[in-house]
């Protein structure tokens, strides 16, 4: 009995709980979760600059996702559907 009293206070203590490690910890994680909320532009967004006829916008964020994200096929949809829209017919992508 006397052990479990003593792990209870164990852990109050300051030098128990290692707030350096844990201090390190906590930003860590918290840069991670803005990385991913801070993302810079979504495939939604350029559909709206594109719906709102802002060609520019929406190709701008187009490109810049197919440029972070090879493999976004949704976003080299969408670029040619600006070029389209535009009327750019003869637009070689680099």
Known sequence: MNTIH???VAFL???ALNLSGMKNLICIICLTLLAFIGKAQTIEEGITYMENENFA???STF???CKSDP???QAYFYT???HYLMENFYHRGN
């Open 13 to 15: 203590q300051p030098q």
């Open 57 to 59: 916008a929406a190709l």
């Open 6 to 8: 003593k792990l209870h």
């Open 63 to 65: 490109e810049s996702i």
């Open 71 to 73: 493999k976004a096929s």
């Open 80 to 82: 040619g559907e600006v």
